[in-house]
């Protein structure tokens, strides 16, 4: 599947109106719909012209991560390995917003890992891309007690795969020995390391098996008796709702089915979710348009189309041990995310003026995150168990 980020709302002026759009309304959208036409962008474009559209999405994420670093908001000293051509440095907004997605899932993702340290965890990233936080994570703390797998589309994954393998400093995070494959042609499509594996798979063939379709791929390399947490940043919002579902469903009720004793004995399983939201509104549907002239349809958004959406979904997906929802704008003002030191240094980054703009913009993207498993409880008023540090994270929506 394709970026970890679509195209951001701002990153041409002469094609939004963002003043103009927040006039329209600052609420969350909760009634009213999308043009047919919008909704639907181009229905004359076939799956795979559909596919390499969103598949190509994934060199803005790349532009936009390496405009942030270079502005100074934060490290990554991979990011640059990955663009192809990085045009000029994006506006102070769009570097903000790339900042805070990076910054929070990264919280939720340290956090994860910190618990309970003695014990071995894998981390499964769907529509991974050109995503530089393996290479991140791995070169910050190395031996890391970890497994970190990416999944996408062939096309993504064999650039990227090339690129690793002609990279000492991205090898050298991965462990060894090393091992790569490549298909018929002689592309490569996986690597698989001691804390890096890399496949390549449509997740459109991740489903709860079925009588009625053919059995779906057991992904092996998968170790289902390990700590494991899922993460999908702009990845399945552009299948379609029941495909996005099934893919989550796949690894909820097929690949860690929750145990039929008590729930301290599931597997602890977590997800991340990254998302555009409230599309109904007057900036929402601008949104929506400037995408749609792309070619760019992002499909689950009016199924979970407001944070409540969100959290209902987590549940849905059987994540009762825990979980929250929270707009970005909610996340950059919250002491206990980035806090008022960290927020002094990003605002000495860039000068931002259009305040009214980023907080618009942060309030059309949610961070939604849920667990499951772990045996967490409360001694001594003090939180206790695998999923302990997540519950201690304030969410807009609990």
């Not at 340290?110 to 981390?123: G, H, R, Y």
């Not at 552009?238 to 008590?262: C, E, G, K, M």
Request: charged share 20%; glycine share 10%; with cysteine.
């Amino acid at each position: 599947m394709a970026a970890p980020q679509i195209p951001n709302l701002l990153t041409s002026r002469n094609n939004i109106n963002a003043r103009g759009a927040a006039r329209g309304g600052r609420g969350r959208g909760r009634g009213g719909g999308l043009s047919n036409d919008i909704q639907q962008a181009d229905p004359e474009l076939d799956q795979a012209a559909k596919d390499k559209i969103v598949q190509q999405t994934d060199q803005d994420a790349s532009v936009s991560r390496l405009s942030a670093v270079e502005a100074g908001y934060f490290n990554d000293p991979f990011t640059k390995l990955f663009v192809v051509n990085p045009g000029p440095r994006k506006f102070p907004i769009i570097n903000r917003g790339t900042y805070l997605r990076t910054y929070t899932i990264d919280r939720l993702v340290d956090t994860f890992l910190s618990s309970a340290p003695e014990i071995k965890k894998q981390i499964i990233s769907l529509g991974a891309g050109s995503d530089t936080r393996p290479f991140r994570l791995l070169s910050r703390r190395p031996r890391l007690n970890l497994v970190y797998h990416e999944l996408d589309f062939p096309a993504n994954n064999a650039r990227k795969l090339d690129l690793i393998n002609g990279s000492s400093d991205l090898l050298g995070c991965v462990g060894s020995p090393v091992q790569f494959y490549k298909d018929d042609k002689g592309h490569h499509v996986a690597i698989e390391s001691p804390y890096y594996q890399c496949h390549s798979l449509d997740l459109r063939s991740l489903y709860p098996p079925h009588p009625s379709k053919p059995s779906p791929p057991s992904l092996g390399y998968i170790d289902r008796s390990l700590p494991t947490l899922l993460i999908s940043e702009c990845c399945l919002i552009y299948l379609q709702p029941n495909d996005a579902d099934a893919v989550v469903s796949y690894f909820t009720s097929y690949l860690f089915r929750t145990s039929t004793q008590t729930q301290q004995q599931n597997t602890p399983l977590g997800l991340i979710l990254y998302e555009p939201t409230s599309p109904n509104d007057a900036f929402g549907r601008t949104m929506i348009a400037n995408l749609a002239t792309r070619g760019i349809v992002l499909s689950t958004i009016q199924k979970y189309h407001s944070l409540a959406a969100q959290r209902q979904r987590l549940k849905d997906y059987g994540f009762e041990g825990g979980g929250g929802v929270s707009g970005m704008d909610w996340l950059w003002e919250a002491e206990d995310w980035v806090g008022d030191h960290e927020r002094e240094r990003v605002n000495s980054v860039e000068l931002l003026d259009e305040i009214e703009e980023w907080i618009m913009l942060g309030a059309h993207y949610c961070l939604a995150w849920g667990w499951r498993g772990g045996g967490d409880s409360e001694v001594s008023g003090e939180l206790v168990g695998f999923w302990a540090g997540w519950k201690r994270l304030r969410a807009q929506v609990a």
